[in-house]
């Protein structure tokens, strides 16, 4: 009884409202469920866990130059080219193209997010002829 009570204590003053003005049987009713509510919550949360944030894949894939280059030049306006600051010595413009590339095809970034780009052995040069 003791635990109910600080249990309704700690909930919204709504809440704690609507539990007073119920009778006894109702009151224990209604805080079973609502407690039971709360338990199902807490353990959808824990089942969902944090969002993680591995570098790898919050970084953008690499996209091809030819790729980025066609659509500067053939996908945007000038003001959209305007907009994203380009520069050839500032290295974040390039993540810029990227943002606005993956933005305009959300596909293209999944599909290369799902390749698997682990890095390849070298070709034993005695291989290469």
Do not use: C, N
Not at 22 to 45: F, G
Not at 76 to 87: G, P, V
Not at 113 to 121: G, S, V, W
Request: zero cysteines; aromatic letters at 6%.
């Amino acid at each position: 009884e003791l635990r109910e009570q600080e249990w309704v204590r700690r909930q919204p003053p709504a809440t704690q409202k609507r539990l007073a003005s119920l009778s006894a049987p109702q009151r224990k009713r209604e805080v079973t469920r609502l407690r039971a509510e709360q338990r199902q919550r807490q353990r959808e949360a824990m089942r969902l866990g944090p969002p993680r944030r591995d570098k790898a894949k919050t970084a953008l894939p690499e996209v091809p130059e030819r790729a980025l280059f066609h659509f500067l030049w053939i996908e945007l306006s000038q003001e959209e080219r305007d907009r994203l600051r380009l520069s050839l010595r500032d290295p974040a413009a390039r993540e810029r193209v990227k943002q606005e590339y993956f933005k305009r095809h959300p596909r293209e970034l999944r599909r290369l997010q799902q390749l698997d780009f682990r890095p390849r052995k070298p070709i034993p040069k005695d291989r290469l002829d």
